[in-house]
T-cell receptor, first 114, second 117 residues
């Protein structure tokens, strides 16, 4: 089945220790998104890639970076995680960058910062 | 201002009851899209439905139905004969055009539904 896969499902890191979250997709979609979702809140868009074009949201902290080496994979790097970065991180994809396009989500990676 | 409002934070119903989740949105666009997603405890956001602004027909899919009313800017979701497996957080979302990136997705704050056996 075509899908969005996120690894790992749970990640524990230490305060200030860099961490990388992974997302892959078999949908062959052009757009990949990273969202942060804190407890009882809506997902918040951090950034997205349209092909190789990177689009950062204005309020995304510099601590968060992303890489997309090819169509299938996208990574979220947190350079120096703080306690406030503990959250669920959701990856999503869509075929194109257009308002009618549905976003399909992966199962998420729950990040715990000690 | 909130683009998508889900006023009901938490709802509890007894199994087999019907339940309606409210969603009110705000946009100046004439062409836009509305979505509902389900987020079970496992965390994955599951796509349920997409509706464009020109199609006000109600839609039914099994026990799920959606009522879209442009006059009141609402896109409500009803679950008939609720089941325990319906327990989840439900998000309504609006997608409208954005000049720089093509589109902008706005999520509501979600409604947590608990179905009690």
């Amino acid at each position: 089945d075509a899908m969005v896969i996120q690894n790992p499902r749970y990640q524990v890191t230490q305060f200030g220790k860099p961490v990388t979250l992974s997302c892959s997709q078999t949908l062959n979609h052009n757009v990949m998104y990273w969202y942060q979702q804190k407890s009882s809140q809506a997902p918040k868009l951090l950034f997205h890639y349209y092909d190789k074009d990177f689009n950062n949201e204005a309020d995304t902290p510099d601590n968060f970076q992303s890489r997309r080496p090819n169509t299938s994979f996208c990574f979220l790097d947190i350079r120096s995680p703080g306690l406030g970065d503990a959250a669920m991180y959701l990856c999503a994809t869509s075929r194109r960058q257009a308002r009618q396009e549905t976003q399909y989500f992966g199962p998420g990676t729950r990040l715990l910062v000690l | 201002a909130q683009k998508v409002t889900q006023a009901q934070t938490e709802i509890s119903v007894v199994e087999k009851e019907d339940v309606t989740l409210d969603c009110v949105y705000e946009t100046r666009d004439t062409t836009y899209y509305l979505f509902w997603y389900k987020q079970p405890p496992s965390g994955e956001l599951v796509f349920l439905i997409r509706r464009n602004s020109f199609d006000e027909q109600n839609e039914i899919s099994g026990r799920y139905s959606w009522n879209f009313q442009k006059s009141t800017s609402s896109f409500n979701f009803t679950i008939t004969a609720s089941q325990v497996v319906d327990s989840a957080v439900y998000f309504c979302a609006l997608s409208e055009a954005r000049r720089s990136t093509g589109n902008q997705f706005y999520f509501g704050t979600g409604t947590s539904l608990t179905v009690i056996p």
